[in-house]
């Protein structure tokens, strides 16, 4: 055993411990001294996990996914390697490794369950070749950071193909994640939801891959679930939805999500359309990995969302929900699922332009906040470095909106004078400010 690759995993531990003491988060420091340390870190400890590798990627939905298909395999009585924090460039997921460490510096585990950033598998591959990669969809994200999607497709595309054995779960109903399994030939099965969910579909919703990647015309929609998603054909070419191996079938939405695959009736108590394909894609990765997955309904009872993605506080007799919005696909999905709930609410929408958010918010306009008008809204109250945008943004669409770029006076402010029911919606780097925030009024003001 190397002297140097312990010494990265006992400096790893001690940051990270020393970050949280502060109130910080500290895996990406972790990580990131780890590999300063020792570069191969990452490669040797990944190369240790006794089973398989499963890597989650996609625009939307991927931490949930991931902390989801890590909590059925541990429910399988499985071992696992899982970046649950959602850190998930190099840094990130090299802390997950080094982190999960024993202080020998060597990894007892039975699988790994790692979230990893569209861009950043890259730099993620050369270190192992997972043995799946479940792929949520593909929606424009960050223009300034990622360009078009053209360009996230053909990152996916080199490093499939430097990896022709990883196998591919991809969201069936998403034509652009289709192509790329396509392209690739990867080995790839399927999952969506093959019937119609809601009677009518939002038209003017922006749809990303509306035009056939393989020839360019417009495709035809038998019918949409959100955004591109749904049931797609050419009518030039012939590309089109692929037959889907895991199918969600009599599917419920409102205070409980419900659906069957299979034989399989399963129950979450969530909210939300966009989290039927979370945990669909769970569910296929698991089943397609020959995981029996018996204890799957009893994991979705026992799992509680954390990091904001849909994570409940309660601050005096304030209940809050908070949730994580990053781009027009996202934002609309959250906006429907606030929407399911008839009760009065109050909103706080929080946006910065941090690096890691992208500092071109021009995306705030292909949301449709129109949704926010009536009566059932309560309050819109914006804050971050960005709210005189998200103000402007709402002014244009007859919302009027309370100001407060001071994210802990705006919380406190709604629980003073407010209905009692509150939805919080940030964006990348005011999710784990805000959800400090929560958590320390809770901890003082229940």
Wanted: hydrophobic share 40%; net charge negative.
């Amino acid at each position: 055993m190397k002297i140097r690759r312990i010494l990265a995993v006992w400096t790893a531990k001690a940051a990270c411990g020393i970050c949280r003491h502060m109130g910080r988060q500290g895996v990406t420091w972790a990580g990131k001294l780890a590999l300063m340390i020792y570069p191969p870190v990452l490669r040797e400890l990944a190369a240790e996990v006794r089973g398989k590798i499963f890597i989650v990627c996609g625009t939307n939905g991927k931490t949930t996914t991931n902390n989801l298909l890590c909590s059925a395999l541990e429910a399988e009585g499985q071992k696992i390697v899982c970046n649950r924090t959602g850190s998930n460039m190099l840094n990130g997921v090299a802390a997950a490794f080094v982190l999960a460490a024993g202080m020998d510096g060597r990894i007892d585990a039975d699988h790994a369950c790692i979230e990893v950033d569209e861009a950043s598998t890259r730099h993620i591959f050369p270190q192992f070749h997972p043995d799946y990669m479940v792929l949520t969809n593909l929606f424009r994200d960050q223009l300034d950071r990622y360009g078009e999607i053209d360009i996230t497709m053909d990152i996916l595309k080199g490093v499939l193909d430097s990896s022709p054995r990883t196998e591919l779960i991809i969201n069936g109903d998403d034509a652009l994640s289709a192509f790329l399994a396509l392209e690739c030939r990867n080995p790839s099965v399927t999952y969506g939801i093959s019937e119609q969910v809601a009677e009518t579909s939002d038209t003017d919703e922006i749809r990303e891959g509306r035009f056939c990647k393989k020839c360019g015309a417009r495709l035809s929609y038998r019918f949409y679930h959100y955004s591109q998603l749904g049931d797609y054909s050419c009518p030039q070419c012939g590309f089109s939805r692929p037959p889907i191996d895991h199918d969600a079938r009599g599917v419920r939405v409102g205070d409980q999500l419900s659906f069957s695959v299979g034989s399989e009736r399963i129950v979450a108590n969530y909210r939300g359309f966009y989290n039927v394909y979370n945990i669909l894609a769970a569910y296929a990765a698991g089943r397609h990995a020959g995981f029996p997955l018996t204890h799957f309904n009893q994991m979705l009872k026992d799992f509680h969302p954390e990091n904001g993605r849909m994570e409940s506080f309660r601050i005096c007799n304030t209940a809050i929900v908070l949730n994580l919005a990053k781009n027009p696909a996202g934002f609309n999905q959250n906006i429907a699922a606030v929407m399911t709930d008839p009760r009065p609410k109050d909103l706080i929408i929080v946006i910065n332009d941090n690096e890691q958010d992208g500092t071109d918010v021009s995306w705030l306009w292909d949301v449709d906040f129109d949704r926010f008008s009536g009566d059932r809204i309560n309050s819109i109250t914006v804050s971050g470095i960005r709210c005189r945008d998200m103000q402007l943004r709402l002014k244009y669409a007859d919302i009027p909106s309370i100001l407060d770029d001071d994210v802990e006076s705006a919380i406190w402010g709604r629980v003073i004078d407010g209905c009692g029911n509150l939805y919080m919606l940030v964006n990348y780097t005011a999710l784990f400010s805000t959800r400090n925030i929560l958590k320390k009024l809770e901890d003082t003001r229940s």
